[in-house]
Structure formats: C-alpha cells, structure tokens
C-alpha cells in the first residue's frame, strides 16, 4: 500500500510564509509527477502546482510568483513553499503522486489534506 501524508498547515497573517510537505510511503518502485491540489470553502477542487521527476513545474495563475513546488526524490516527498499568502490562499491543501509500485502499476494517490488559514 501507498500513503501520502501532508504536513506544515496552519493559521498565518496575510503576507506571511507556509512551507507544506508531503511524503509518500509503502510500496514504491517510483514516482512521475507529483502535485498539489486546493480546496477552498464552498469550492470544487482546483490544481494549483505540480513537478515532473525531472523538476519541471508548472502553477495556476493565481499563484505564480507567489509560490514554489520542489520535491526531494531520495526521500519521496514534494514541498510546497507559500510566500505573500492571501486570503483567497485559504484551503484545504492535498497533494498527489503518481506513483509505479512493485508490480508496476501505475496509479495516482492522493493525501488527506491540510488546511491552510490566512486571516488576521
């Protein structure tokens, strides 16, 4: 089995910093892109970063210039650093991997979430 599991959420003031982790575990042979998704209250699901295992990346709009994705490969975890934060930033936070396992199957996972408050 495969587990992702998201940490550093919490409550920040406006233009302040968060730093969100995520590390995959369990039976991993690889792992090809991972991302981070966002949910706001009230709102579907929106993809807001992602990087290749090669380190390309990409953002929403929104957060371009903002915010920066990276990931460790050695130890199978994806970063999301939050700078100038917005109260529109506030969320729940998931990531997802893709992820081959041992017996090559290819298959996308996603964590629980962690929320991310911007309020004063």
């Known amino acids: 089995q495969v587990q992702l599991v998201e940490s550093g959420g919490g409550l920040v003031q406006p233009g302040g910093s968060l730093r969100l982790s995520c590390a995959a575990s369990?039976?991993?042979?690889?792992?090809?892109?991972m991302g981070w998704y966002r949910q706001a209250p009230g709102k579907q699901r929106e993809w807001t970063a992602s990087i290749t295992l090669g380190g390309s990346t990409n953002y929403v709009d929104s957060v371009k210039g903002r915010f920066t994705i990276s990931r460790d490969n050695a130890k199978n975890t994806v970063y999301l650093q939050m700078n100038s934060l917005e109260p529109e930033d506030t969320a729940v936070y998931y990531c997802m991997a893709d992820i081959i396992d041992y017996a090559k199957r290819t298959m996308n996972y996603w964590g629980k979430g962690t929320l991310v408050t911007v309020s004063s």
């Open positions: 369990g039976s991993i042979f690889s792992i090809n892109a």
